[in-house]
């Protein structure tokens, strides 16, 4: 069994026991959230829609980690204009630990 969740702009194809990387959310290491269902798949059996959306996905936040740093580089020919900058994305590790299919 594994399901289609949304999370943090994004779609992940999980599973039970699954680890996951998604952009930063505001829960706690510890804390247990539900992540909204898209599509969920049971064998043969593919349920979408309204039937999905009473489906559920529980994961556990394990930690909050930054990004790997990203180096952005602006320069312009004969001017000597030159920029750089770096970013890391602020992130959140979560563990799958259940699926149901809701009736």
Same mark, same amino acid.
């Given at each position: ?36 269902? /898209? ?32 180096? /952005? ?11 750089? +900058?770096?970013?890391?994305?602020? +992130?959140?590790? +979560?563990?799958?630990?259940? /699926?149901?299919?809701?009736?």
């Amino acid at each position: 069994m594994y399901a289609v969740v949304k999370t943090s702009g994004r779609q992940e194809k999980v599973a039970v026991g699954d680890v996951l990387l998604v952009n930063r959310l505001t829960d706690k290491p510890g804390a247990s959230i539900e992540l909204p269902v /898209i599509m969920l798949v049971d064998g043969d059996a593919v349920v979408t829609g309204d039937a999905a959306a009473k489906a559920s996905v529980k994961a556990e936040v394990l930690a909050e980690e930054r990004g790997k740093k990203i180096i /952005i580089l602006k320069y312009k020919n004969k001017t000597g204009y030159r920029r750089r +900058l770096g970013h890391r994305q602020d +992130l959140t590790r +979560l563990r799958v630990t259940g /699926i149901s299919a809701g009736k």
